[in-house]
């Protein structure tokens, strides 16, 4: 799950936008970090401008995904209407099933490939307050396999930002620490095999310590535990059967989660 990758570019940020609709309802913006091209394609809030302040979504896709089938796969913008969803292209990227590093995907680690991924986010968020009326208390992250590892690298390195987070099929780095408490709601599968499940119950047990959700949890459907915090940043588990799958039934039950927590 780690690699160490010492690409460094000069700190330099610069963004266009491409205004290529690949529907009618999304955008393709492009952004150049460090003198590198990348993209995100973005569904606007419904109502436009007129709708007052909207929760920001940053969707980041699994290592070999892409932005376009992330969209069509994982379809935030259908469940949150309301809501700016941004959903990220990655570049290709080291790992332990890609060596050579020929499939796009994040880094995992603060440092790693220059901080690329970091700085890319930073880039996002400055231009989704440009752009939009964004509410500042209501900025999300969720993602899926290398996409959820990197969900939890912004919790560590960025998560004074962040008002709660979408976990499905991923684990914290090992050299990561979380220290901001934030509510997290976590998708996990039994009989996963590209991160272990072993794992992702540890990777819930320092979520548990970090948000002050120690108690006993609680049954909020099948399937599915709640662990309460008196600050307000509980933890959530939905634990399914299956393997490295993203569920079809994950992102709405995200977006559920999301839309009862703000930033603390």
């Not at 220059?114 to 009326?133: E, H, I, P």
């Not at 209501?138 to 590892?149: C, L, W």
């Not at 047990?205 to 599915?224: K, L, Y």
Request: charged share 15%; aromatic share 10%.
């Amino acid at each position: 799950m780690r690699v160490r990758l010492g690409v460094l570019f000069a700190a330099s940020v610069m963004v266009a936008f491409a205004n290529v609709a690949t529907n009618a309802q999304s955008t393709t913006m492009t952004w150049t970090v460090d003198g590198v091209k990348r993209q995100a394609l973005v569904f606007p809030p419904a109502g436009g401008h007129k709708t007052g302040k909207a929760p920001l979504v940053f969707v980041f896709h699994g290592h070999g995904g892409n932005m376009n089938f992330a969209a069509q796969g994982m379809r935030f913008q259908n469940f949150w209407p309301e809501a700016i969803t941004v959903y990220p292209q990655g570049l290709p990227t080291p790992s332990k099933v890609d060596p050579q590093g020929l499939r796009p995907g994040w880094q995992v680690e603060g440092g790693q490939l220059g901080d690329r991924d970091l700085k890319f986010v930073d880039a996002m968020l400055a231009t989704m307050r440009q752009s939009y009326s964004v509410d500042d208390t209501r900025v999300y992250a969720s993602g899926f396999s290398n996409g959820a590892i990197f969900s939890y690298l912004l919790w560590a390195r960025r998560g004074k930002m962040l008002a709660a987070l979408g976990i499905c099929a991923g684990l914290l780095s090992a050299s990561e620490h979380l220290t901001e408490p934030r509510a997290v709601v976590v998708v996990a599968g039994e009989n996963d095999q590209v991160c272990p499940f072993a794992l992702q119950q540890q990777t819930i047990q320092i979520d548990r310590q970090v948000d002050h959700a120690t108690g006993q949890g609680q049954p909020c459907g099948p399937r599915c535990t709640l662990y309460p915090s008196a600050q307000n940043t509980p933890v959530m588990t939905r634990i399914h059967p299956g393997g490295h799958v993203y569920p079809p039934w994950a992102a709405a039950a995200i977006v559920e989660f999301f839309k009862t927590h703000t930033r603390p």
